[in-house]
């Protein structure tokens, strides 16, 4: 049985729950519209103001999971997965309960219309309730929720959260926040009735309280430690996201609201708290620990760009697809695209452990378009090839190069890179190995004939090379017939005759099989019979035209079941799903391989690459 007051009211109208702000945005519209002010003012206030706190907590999100920021100064090294990340999706629950409550206090007492915009008595005196009566009665609150029925059924679904982000802060039930709503109104009701309120009282008030919860909860440490050296008092007067960290991991201390006085005075003070904050700030200007494996990607275009932990969190949970809010961002993203363009270099975006190894990826700061611009193809090599300096120098074991950062035409897929640099210790890898094997294992075994665009491609070589030897009749796509006999040629001569050069697609129109390396459309899809099942490697994938075929996803695998902090989906993957070159790079440092993997696909390492990958966990996407 749910306890009482643990649910929220409406926690089953999923986006409908904004309605709820429906009344006090008719009032203004319609102050708004057909009268000559608005008169209920404070409904504008407080449709202001929930906004102004979900924008405190957006920044916060924000900073604390821009890593190439944060990360030497994280408390928790393990990532938020994809658990807390649903568990907290109704973080702002508490946003809709504090608004309504205004809003009955507005209607209860009228008076608040009158409210000036300023008066510093009332901060004085907000401060001294505040002290007084906020932070002690906070304190024995949280004690209390911290013991038997009440941290059962109440409390501890805050706590299930084992990583602190901005977004926990926001993340307990109906009860706690009802208590948190009075915590947080005795200042301000006692003030205005004291005659001494203001508007500014009331938005600088719950823009700091808001803006301290969710420094507490940030997981970085970005207080200073040489603050509490040179005014040792005061530690007592401000929380730090350390302290409360370690109630988190220590439930049985640190149990202040803001000030760490009350839990001195109730002998609940974590001794650890000023050391490990001292050590956490202090470690912050060394380098953290160094990864195992980096993949190396970049953007896609303007519009996936916003798909970044540090944008929303949310967003970035669920596979990529374009959404309405994104586009009055678009100014902003393209804005942030001409800077990184100018200035920016390749930086870390997100990471997981597996087994004990850390996996991070990294981003080189340009889109899908500028690696097709020729002016911009030698600022892209030099990018990708600081970042493998950079990840050499600093002891990772293999770096996985993305899509277009191994483009042939770009770097000979990564072989320019390792010929420059012959003593590397980094192992450098395309993963196309694995993306084949892949595409190959999802071919029925009993088919006889396929049909392949980009056939001339790494993959598309790599691909009719295969499956020739498995004796599959390919029908090469391609109009230059010397690249064609030089694939040929490397096949075996008892099998060079599977190997079948057409310039057309009309010779596929019999063919239910097709291997998409090169983007079609739908007027060539159009050529292929009813029942035809379209494979395919290229970027981006082609439009699902046909209604009477089916279509493969790109080459993709699933991450092995123990992987750790993945909270992120890469791209349009699934959850837990990673395209089939970042697998690729995973298989090769789990299996301690010490050679490079760039350049041309060695035929004969497909079977041996996906064996590797199966042993390990990964597991092809159409097996689920």
């Given at each position: 049985m749910v306890a009482p007051l643990s649910a929220w009211p409406w926690e089953n109208f999923g986006v409908f729950k904004y309605l709820l702000y429906g009344p006090l945005a008719a009032k203004v519209l319609y102050s708004w519209i057909y009268e000559d002010s608005i008169?209920?003012?404070?409904?504008?206030?407080?449709?202001?103001?929930?906004a102004l706190r979900g924008l405190i907590h957006q920044l916060w999100n924000s900073y604390s999971t821009t890593l190439f920021l944060t990360r030497n100064r994280r408390i928790k090294q393990e990532g938020v997965d994809f658990k807390q990340i649903d568990r907290e999706w109704d973080w702002d629950n508490f946003l809709i309960l504090h608004a309504l409550l205004a809003y009955m206090a507005c209607l209860i007492f009228p008076s608040l219309d009158d409210l000036p915009l300023w008066n510093p008595k009332g901060f004085i005196t907000l401060l001294f309730l505040h002290v007084t009566v906020s932070e002690p009665l906070y304190y024995w609150a949280h004690r209390y929720f911290h013991e038997?029925?009440?941290?059962?059924?109440?409390?501890?679904?805050?706590?299930?959260?084992?990583?602190?982000?901005?977004?926990?802060?926001?993340?307990?039930?109906?009860?706690?926040?009802?208590?948190?709503?009075?915590?947080?109104?005795?200042?301000?009701?006692?003030?205005?009735?004291?005659?001494y309120g203001s508007t500014s009282m009331v938005y600088g008030y719950v823009s700091a309280f808001d803006f301290l919860r969710c420094l507490g909860h940030s997981n970085v440490e970005v207080v200073p430690h040489e603050v509490f050296n040179k005014l040792p008092f005061l530690k007592y007067f401000l929380y730090t996201p350390t302290y409360h960290s370690l109630h988190h991991t220590e439930m049985g201390t640190n149990f202040c609201l803001f000030m760490p006085l009350f839990d001195a005075m109730g002998n609940t003070l974590n001794r650890n708290s000023w050391h490990l904050h001292k050590k956490i700030s202090s470690d912050s200007a060394k380098n953290g620990r160094v990864p195992d494996f980096v993949f190396l990607a970049h953007g896609v275009d303007l519009t996936s760009s916003m798909h970044a932990p540090f944008v929303f969190r949310s967003f970035a949970s669920v596979p990529f697809s374009t959404r309405i809010f994104l586009l009055p961002l678009l100014p902003v993203a393209f804005l942030v695209m001409l800077i990184m363009w100018a200035w920016s270099k390749t930086f870390l975006i997100s990471f997981y452990n597996l087994r004990g190894h850390l996996h991070q990826t990294w981003v080189v700061p340009r889109f899908g378009f500028q690696y097709f611009l020729p002016f911009a193809m030698e600022g892209i090599n030099k990018r990708i090839e600081e970042a493998i300096l950079r990840a050499d120098r600093i002891g990772v074991k293999v770096i996985s190069l993305a899509a277009l950062n191994k483009n042939e035409a770009l770097n000979g897929g990564g072989t320019l890179f390792v010929e420059k640099h012959p003593d590397l210790k980094v192992r450098v890898v395309h993963g196309n190995t694995l993306t084949a094997a892949v595409i190959l294992n999802e071919i029925p075994k009993d088919v006889e004939e396929v049909f392949l665009t980009g056939a001339t491609s790494k993959l598309g070589r790599a691909i009719a090379l295969y499956l020739c030897r498995r004796s599959v009749r390919v029908l090469m796509l391609t109009l230059s017939t010397e690249r064609y006999q030089k694939i040929q040629r490397e096949a075996p001569a008892d099998c060079q005759n599977y190997l079948v050069q057409v310039t057309k697609y009309q010779a596929a129109q019999n063919c239910k099989t097709w291997i998409v390396?090169?983007?079609?459309?739908?007027?060539?899809?159009?050529?292929a019979p009813s029942g035809t099942h379209f494979h395919q490697f290229v970027v981006p994938p082609i439009l699902a035209f046909r209604r009477d075929c089916t279509y493969g996803d790109l080459a993709a695998m699933r991450l092995p079941d123990d992987v750790e902090g993945l909270g992120s989906c890469e791209y349009t993957m699934e959850r837990g799903v990673v395209h089939a070159c970042h697998a690729g790079g995973v298989v090769h440092q789990l299996e301690g391989w010490t050679h490079h993997e760039v350049g041309a696909i060695d035929v004969d390492r497909i079977d041996i690459v996906w064996k590797a990958a199966l042993k390990h966990g990964l597991r092809p996407v159409s097996s689920m």
């Open positions: 008169k209920d003012l404070w409904c504008l206030h407080i449709l202001v103001i929930c038997g029925y009440l941290f059962t059924h109440y409390h501890s679904l805050h706590h299930s959260s084992s990583v602190t982000h901005p977004y926990t802060a926001g993340h307990a039930t109906f009860l706690e926040h009802l208590i948190l709503c009075v915590v947080i109104g005795i200042p301000m009701a006692g003030s205005i009735m004291m005659g390396g090169k983007w079609i459309t739908p007027r060539q899809q159009s050529w």
